[in-house]
């Protein structure tokens, strides 16, 4: 079974991490942020994953190599123009990558949804499109997904006004697809799946499956925090299942006098000097945290220095290489760019 991912997409609410590096190949606790996915598919059944990643394929090719050891190779396909939600299947079966029953995930989620039960009931039902379905608070920023209860849809609106909302029931961005669907799918242009094509299927072969279990799109500074204790904590089914933190990885040091909460993680060549407190935050590698500073709910991007007596208030992100001088106080949701010094003693 192959799978297409879908990483093209920029970003931009998770800058400045994504300005130095896609967003696929971010670092989420232990590994490259898509590597859960390969490894989630890998685990129903997935042995190939085509990855439509726009044109930054070198960048994660570099970050996540042709395959996952004991899991999916892995193909990049680039596109010469973003292609939508749609085009990179067309481009994909063009290239002759599909041509069978093929599974299709938008990349930037973090689950552990049940791709086995959707291939299953996907067979069962003889679609030609099942849609995993997942109920969310408000689904405004969502496709919204109206269905009977075999789960033949009866609707599929994307981003709907609140006035239309009548179920909780979104999208969750996987889909089993039958190759005759692509040719639904017009070639050389931006195409979106949500919007062109799904409402075209609707009584002509589209059904849905509700699926619970966890399901959570990483792309705000937020989500990628809680997405990390929910990595560490088990919450979510990954090949690190639970280890209850916080994440130490190798050659990290952590002096004993210093304060790492369990919700933390330090990576590689990450130091932490003694009397620091690092509370719900994440020092991506080789960051330098001095004697007595506070780091609290931020994300530190690579090579990041914090100086003695330093506070990073909570909720900001840090750029590549920036340096924190001592005893400057960095607010509450601050955004420091790659690179840029915060003189000593200043506040921002
Ligand atoms: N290769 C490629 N080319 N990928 C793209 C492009 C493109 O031109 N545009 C977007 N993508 C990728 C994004 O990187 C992302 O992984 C995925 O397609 C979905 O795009 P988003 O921009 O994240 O869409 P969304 O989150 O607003 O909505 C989608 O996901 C929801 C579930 O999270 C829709 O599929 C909704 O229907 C769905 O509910
Ligand atoms: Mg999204």
Request: glycine share 14%; with cysteine; hydrophobic share 40%.
């Amino acid at each position: 079974m192959r799978a297409l991912m879908l990483v093209g997409g920029e970003g931009t609410r998770l800058r400045p991490l994504t300005l130095s590096q896609p967003k696929p190949a971010l670092a989420l606790v232990d590994r490259p942020f898509i590597r859960y996915l390969v490894d989630w598919v890998g685990r129903h059944g997935v042995d190939e994953v085509i990855m439509a990643c726009g044109f930054k394929a070198e960048g994660l090719r570099r970050a996540l190599g042709d395959s996952v050891p004991g899991g999916p190779s892995i193909v990049y396909l680039e596109e010469d123009e973003p292609l939508g939600t749609a085009g990179p299947l067309r481009l994909a079966a063009d290239r002759g990558l599909l041509d069978e029953r093929f599974l299709a995930i938008n990349g930037d989620l973090l689950t552990d949804l049940d791709l086995s039960a959707l291939q299953r009931s996907h067979e069962e039902t003889g679609a030609r499109t099942t849609l995993a379905l997942h109920p969310v608070a408000d689904p405004s920023s969502y496709g919204l997904v109206r269905r009977r209860r075999s789960g033949e849809v009866l609707g599929f609106l994307e981003k709907p006004d609140p006035a239309e909302i009548d179920t909780d029931e979104v999208s969750a961005g996987a889909y089993v697809i039958e190759p005759d669907v692509v040719d639904l799918i017009p070639p050389g242009r931006p195409v979106s799946i949500e919007r062109e094509v799904f409402p075209r299927l609707v009584g002509n072969g589209l059904y849905g499956l509700r699926l619970d279990g966890y399901w959570m799109d990483i792309g705000t500074p937020e989500r990628y925090l809680q997405a990390s204790w929910d990595i560490l904590e088990g919450t979510v089914e990954t090949e690190l299942d639970g280890t209850g933190g916080p994440y130490l990885g190798p050659g990290a040091e952590v002096s004993d006098d210093a304060a790492v909460a369990a919700r933390a993680v330090v990576r590689a060549g990450s130091r932490v000097a003694e009397g620091a407190v690092v509370s719900e935050s994440v020092l991506l590698d080789d960051c330098r945290i001095g004697a007595g500073a506070e780091v609290h709910g931020s994300i530190l991007a690579r090579g990041v220095e914090v100086g003695e007596g330093a506070t990073i208030g909570a909720g900001s992100v840090i750029g590549e290489g920036a340096r924190v001088e001592s005893g400057a106080v960095v607010e509450p949701g601050a955004r420091i760019a790659p690179g840029e010094v915060i003189e000593p003693e200043v506040a921002v």
